[in-house]
Nanobody, 117 residues
Framework: QVQLVESGGGLVQPGGSLRLSCAGS????????MSWYRQAPGKERELVAALSSTGGYTNYADSVKGRFTISRDNAKNTVYLQMNSLKPDDTAVYYC??????????WGQGTQVTVSS
């Protein structure tokens, strides 16, 4: 059974940091590119950061460049999103996504991030 389980969300003050984790199981994690998306209330889901299967390619939304870092540990079947200098506009449900070369796609259930004083 394929699973992607996010963790690490919560409430943080503006300027603070959080690290999200997404643990995969039931599929060949190292063969999949991994991404983080987010969806704020009333808005469409948007790409935050993406990382290739080998970790050699990354892509970030302009709004998070220089603040967020995506990384992966294939030995632990886990992808991370380090989020620094958080802003209220970063408030959203954050989802991880796995995709392989033949477009098999899996999504996690999401984790809430709230940035507020």
């Amino acid at each position: 059974q394929v699973q992607l389980v996010e963790s690490g969300g919560g409430l943080v003050q503006p300027g603070g940091s959080l690290r999200l984790s997404c643990a995969g199981s039931g599929f060949s994690f190292s063969s999949y590119s991994m991404s983080w998306y987010r969806q704020a209330p009333g808005k469409e889901r948007e790409l935050v950061a993406a990382l290739s299967s080998t970790g050699g390619y990354t892509n970030y939304a302009d709004s998070v460049k220089g603040r967020f870092t995506i990384s992966r540990d294939n030995a632990k079947n886990t992808v991370y999103l380090q989020m620094n200098s958080l802003k209220p506009d970063d408030t959203a449900v954050y989802y991880c996504k796995a995709r392989n070369s033949v477009d098999h796609v899996y999504w996690g259930q999401g984790t809430q991030v709230t940035v507020s004083s």
